[in-house]
């Protein structure tokens, strides 16, 4: 039973961090209406284009030294599927909950073009999980990683940037703590199928950010989960992406 309830806790721990990305993982910060939703937009932001140029630089590195670093192969996989993951959590919440939230709220709301900019991104995704998940690498297969994560980081700053102005300018606005606070646990719910594996997922959550901006993204996180269980208990699963993360 006691193992039980762990494995429990650090699901529904996860699962509200991925949940969040949108809100404030804490709300002791939260008076009237505070800029809530481009803070967090910006900090799950940050999680995400910072493995685009890690990803680049390793693989330019293998190129440039004409050999495949097999030594850290397996931790760019792992790396590399973790923000395929994260990626895909992060835009299906928008998709299925965010947009339509503020579709019903702001009149003749149009982000036709925030969609549009998904589906172009999603299937590169899929693409670079695929070509980076084998066993003996080729230096063509790395040369076909690099461009596709070139290709992804052209239209995910263009995305970023449109994304981020509209949350700030349009969105954020239009919308009160109490509602912040309802649209943060639909968000939470929704993550909940889409946060696997946590002992990977986790570690690439906390470990793309440093200093200030990790504090306040793992706020609200139980202490054992990110001093204890994160660095400690799961150290094993996710330390093959150690060269990658920022520990």
């Not at 800029?35 to 680049?56: A, E, F, Q």
């Not at 202490?223 to 992406?241: D, G, R, T």
Request: proline share 4%; glycine share 2%; aromatic share 8%.
């Amino acid at each position: 039973i006691m193992k039980l309830s762990r494995r429990l806790m650090l699901s529904r721990s996860l699962h509200l961090l991925i949940g969040s990305f949108f809100v404030p993982l804490s709300t002791s910060f939260a008076t009237g209406r505070a800029k809530h939703l481009s803070k967090s937009l910006d900090l799950i932001h940050r999680v995400l284009s910072r493995p685009l140029d890690i990803g680049i630089s390793h693989v330019d590195s293998c190129i440039s030294l004409k050999k495949v670093d097999m030594e850290n192969h397996e931790g760019f996989k792992d790396y590399i599927s973790s923000l395929a993951t994260v990626f895909n959590a992060h835009h299906h919440g928008e998709d299925d909950i965010l947009f339509p939230t503020f579709e019903k709220k702001i009149k003749n709301a149009d982000f036709s073009m925030l969609k549009k900019q998904h589906k172009e991104l999603h299937p590169l995704m899929v693409q670079i999980t695929t070509k980076v998940d084998v066993d003996n690498p080729s230096l063509y297969q790395y040369e076909e990683i690099r461009n596709l994560l070139k290709e992804i980081k052209d239209l995910w700053i263009k995305h970023r940037d449109n994304e981020e102005q509209i949350v700030e300018l349009e969105m954020e606005p239009e919308m009160s703590l109490a509602e912040q606070i309802e649209l943060n646990n639909k968000l939470s719910k929704h993550g909940q199928s889409m946060s696997e594996p946590a002992n990977l997922v986790l570690p690439f959550l906390i470990y793309n950010l440093e200093g200030a901006e990790r504090d306040e993204f793992t706020n609200d996180m139980p202490w054992i989960l990110k001093k204890f269980i994160v660095p400690i208990v799961w150290k094993s699963k996710w330390e093959k992406m150690r060269p990658f993360l920022l520990t």
